[in-house]
Structures are given as C-alpha cells and as structure tokens.
C-alpha cells in the first residue's frame, strides 16, 4: 500500500486549499481514506474520513461545514477541500488508508489506520 500526499503550502485566513492522496496496492471499494493533522505540540487528530464501501463521510467539528473530501477511483486519488482556512488549522496533513470494515461514526477518527502517507504542510497565515 502507498500513499502520498500533495497540495499543502502556505495560505492566508480565509482562503483555500486542496490536499490530494494518491493510493495504490489495494481494493479500492474495500478501504476507507481518513484524513489527519498534527500541530506542533498536539496529538494527531482525525479530520474528514471517506468511507469507499458505502461512500459515507465523516467530519470533525472543527472542520465541519468548511472542508470537503471526495474521492476519484479512477484516478485512485481522494481530496480534501479546504475552505475559509484559519490559522488553527495549520499543521502536517496525512492521508491514511483503514480497513472499510472498522470504520464507524464512533471510530474513524482514531489514529490506528496501518497505512500511511508521509504527510504535507499546511499553513494558514492570519
């Protein structure tokens, strides 16, 4: 299984960003994507999550009504749209890959997916 990140950099409050996850060396439909960030300091968090067995998403509340995920199979590729950035949301972006089976609106968010991306910076001036 790999994964990359890509289209982090540097941005002012209130812009945008689009991070993309190129995936490969597994079943698509049988893998959900999560997406996660770290800050300096803190403990890595769960973001967005896609769900490619049933196409469900999930979202932190932090992020909520702001950022989007969605993904191309045919590209095997998932993004995560960001919007309205603020600078709280600056920190490494990873994309990691978890079995579809253990994903739930309880679980997505823990950080114990076995594959991960090698992570992109995002930072959000104010």
């Known amino acids: 299984v790999q994964l990359v990140e890509s289209g982090g950099g540097l941005v002012q409050a209130g812009g945008s960003l689009r991070l993309s996850c190129a995936a490969s060396g597994f079943k698509w439909d049988d893998f959900a994507i999560i997406w996660y960030r770290q800050a300096p300091g803190k403990e890595r968090e769960g973001v967005a999550c896609?769900?490619?067995?049933?196409?469900?998403?999930y979202y932190s509340d932090a992020v909520k009504g702001r950022f989007l995920v969605s993904s191309d199979k045919a590209k095997n590729t998932v993004y995560l749209q960001m919007n309205n950035l603020k600078p709280e949301d600056t920190a490494v972006y990873y994309c990691a890959a978890e079995s579809s089976a253990l994903i739930s609106s309880s679980s997505w968010a823990v950080p114990h997916a076995p594959f991960w991306g090698q992570g992109t910076q995002v930072s959000v001036s104010s």
């Open positions: 896609i769900n490619h067995e049933n196409g469900r998403t």
